[in-house]
């Protein structure tokens, strides 16, 4: 592997040397960092590894499948998906090894652009950049998710009775959702919300979150508050619209009786009845101003008394006590396995 020159994009350039090599003189000239790889081995644990990677050019010779299935992985996985992926097609004799429909299944594959080869240098430096410039806008909007998560962070540290709180209501969410089988998008959906869900607590203050008894009829109308401000504050950021129901209704309860809305039935989707029971597991698991952290055995009655009442959705609250019956969960560390969030959902 060799290293370019500093540069405002950086790119992996994979491919044996008789195929690649005259690509970095390409790209030396539009002054891109690049780093040779001479075939699909390693790159993905590469972009696992490190987000510092913009671009990668698969520039595949006769064993083509191999780099169809790295573009593949790096566009199903979470952690990479976000990267841009092109591919510099041979030129046509090589299209008897490849086979018809090549194109095709290269953009099945999730390749962002396929570059035919012969073609003229100053397309395929247009390309190219357009596919960065893509990457890069990206980026921006992974910048709100990361703004909003670190926002949402800083608000749990004020109330010092809920450390390490969203971390554990994310890791529960996801079991829960992998469980229930909701589709990849609902996942991260329920991840992100794990993390999210009580942003709106920055109206609340501090005295009250950590007040060591119980709250008056108008604090506890302060803290009801905390659904609405959390999803006013979504509301100008597009990528995370898909959110906005699980931290407004994850206080409602399926027989009516939650808030804000009071909603019940069919009207309460399934997603914020899963952020409802991790939030409601991991309140009465975990020592708070106003409790000591009940014993295993009283969480999990408290569990099936609330699903038993309507209170909490049946068939998440079942889902749990199953979760708690492996012995190997551990939803501390189940947070930390889990990817950093993106802003691209799946
Ligand atoms: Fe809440």
């Not at 950049?129 to 926002?151: F, R, W």
């Not at 302060?222 to 504050?233: E, F, M, V, Y």
């Amino acid at each position: 592997m060799a290293e370019g020159t500093a540069a405002p994009g950086h790119v992996l350039l994979v491919g044996p040397d008789e195929a690649a090599s005259e690509w970095e003189a390409l790209l030396s000239s539009m002054r891109w960092q690049y780093t040779r790889y001479p075939s699909p081995e390693g790159v993905l644990l590469r972009l696992r590894d490190s987000s510092d990677v913009d671009l990668v050019v698969l520039v595949p010779d006769a064993a083509f499948q191999p780099y169809a299935k790295l573009c593949r992985d790096v566009k199903l996985d979470p952690r990479t998906a976000f990267v841009a992926v092109v591919f510099l097609l041979p030129p046509v004799f090589f299209l008897p090894v490849i086979g018809p429909g090549c194109r095709a299944k290269i953009f099945a594959s999730g390749a962002d652009d396929c570059i035919q080869l012969p073609a003229p240098s100053q397309e395929i430096q247009v390309r190219l950049s357009n596919a960065l410039h893509s990457k890069k806008a990206t980026d921006s909007l992974e910048d709100a998710t990361s703004v909003i998560t670190s926002l949402a962070n800083a608000i749990e540290g004020r109330d010092k009775y809920t450390r390490g709180h969203v971390e554990r209501v994310s890791a529960y969410c996801v079991e829960l959702g992998q469980r229930l089988d909701v589709d990849e998008a609902d996942l991260y959906a329920l991840r992100l919300a794990g993390t999210v869900h009580d942003i709106g607590k920055v109206v609340v203050p501090d005295f009250i979150l950590n007040k060591p008894a119980p709250l008056t009829e108008g604090e506890m109308q302060l803290i009801k508050r905390h659904p609405i401000a959390g999803c006013d504050i979504l509301q100008p950021l597009r990528t995370l619209q898909i959110i906005r129901p699980l931290v407004r209704w994850h206080h409602e309860r399926p027989n009516g009786t939650g808030y804000p809305d009071a909603l019940s039935g069919s009207d309460l989707p399934l997603l914020p009845r899963i952020v409802a029971v991790a939030d409601f597991f991991d309140a009465v698991s975990t020592a708070r101003p106003y409790h000591p952290a009940y014993p295993p055995d009283e969480c999990r009655h408290m569990l099936q008394h609330a699903a038993a009442n309507g209170d909490l959705d049946a068939d998440a609250a079942d889902a749990l006590l199953r979760i708690l019956g492996n012995p190997t969960f551990e939803p501390v560390a189940a947070a930390g396995s889990l990817p950093p969030v993106k802003a691209t959902a799946p």
